[in-house]
């Protein structure tokens, strides 16, 4: 529960509590129960449809959404992930394979990050190395080849800002990706799907047609680091939010998506199936 949701929480345990006194002490508590019922769906109206970029922010950082490897099976058929960059190692932070988009070969390639503790760690919370974007950019390399249009699924703080990954040249491989995707011959659709942070985010999203998901969001730098430079307290991360221009709304009217696809009420974690079939909808 976000902190914006918790009059609908509230209405939600009155509504809970009566039906466990109508049903326990055997009386009518129908009527009572009929009106938080409509006032439930009224907050919940207005809640959604009003909420703040510091709101969207907030869901798009739910461990609850839903990430690469969870839209996958439900777009794209007989997906193969394929691992390694042929140079260094696989990074799990950046996944990539072949799939079937309606009976077509394509590329899916996406950020990926954890679930739980275990899994973010393992992730990286999705923050790649440059191993990741080269991974990524063979991928991008091979479907260019066998003529395969490429889907890029783009979610994360921004690129691995570490030691190691500025010694094996992280921004090199950034930079190598920009230039290679702008020369691709084969189409490129780009989607973000929950945070997309600078230049780790961009490392994937050079395509002919960017869309975004209606509560994830997409900036420059990441909140705390843009709170960081303009007024040294990472803490004013909120009014960050609310200056940059980061949610799809404002990016569509400002051109610089294409397309901005619904969620359901809540966020694309309370129906990722619905979710995926709009998102399959505006690739096809």
Do not use: C
Request: net charge negative.
């Amino acid at each position: 529960m976000l902190d914006f949701e918790k009059p609908l929480f509230e209405i939600r345990n009155k509504i809970d509590s009566l039906k466990e006194s109508q049903e326990k002490n055997e009386v009518d508590l129908q009527d009572e129960i009929d009106m938080l019922e409509a006032s439930l769906k009224r907050e919940t109206t207005k809640v959604y449809t009003n909420l703040k970029p510091w709101n969207r922010v907030q869901i798009a950082r739910l461990p609850e959404r839903p990430t690469t490897l969870d839209y996958i099976p439900y777009i794209f058929d007989s997906f193969i992930e394929l691992h390694g960059d042929r140079s260094f190692r696989d990074d799990p932070a950046m996944i990539g394979g072949i799939g079937y988009l309606d009976g077509k070969s394509v590329t899916v390639i996406g950020q990926q990050r954890g679930k739980d503790t275990k899994d973010n760690i393992y992730r990286n919370f999705g923050m790649a190395h440059p191993e990741g974007y080269r991974k990524a950019l063979r991928l991008m390399k091979q479907a260019e080849k066998f003529n395969r249009p490429i889907f890029t699924f783009k979610d994360t703080k921004g690129a691995y800002p570490g030691k190691a990954a500025e010694e094996r040249g992280q921004s090199e491989s950034i930079a190598k990706n920009l230039m290679e995707m702008a020369s691709l011959t084969v189409p490129v659709i780009a989607i973000v799907i929950g945070e997309g942070g600078s230049g780790g985010a961009l490392g994937i999203g050079i395509s002919n047609r960017v869309l975004m998901l209606e509560n994830s969001t997409y900036s420059v730098i990441s909140l705390e680091g843009a709170a960081a430079l303009l007024w040294k307290d990472s803490s004013l991360a909120k009014m960050a939010a609310e200056t940059m221009k980061i949610t799809a709304k404002d990016l569509l009217e400002l051109n610089v998506i294409d397309e901005v696809i619904t969620e359901p009420q809540g966020g694309a974690h309370k129906d990722i199936v619905f979710q995926a079939k709009q998102i399959k909808q505006s690739f096809i």
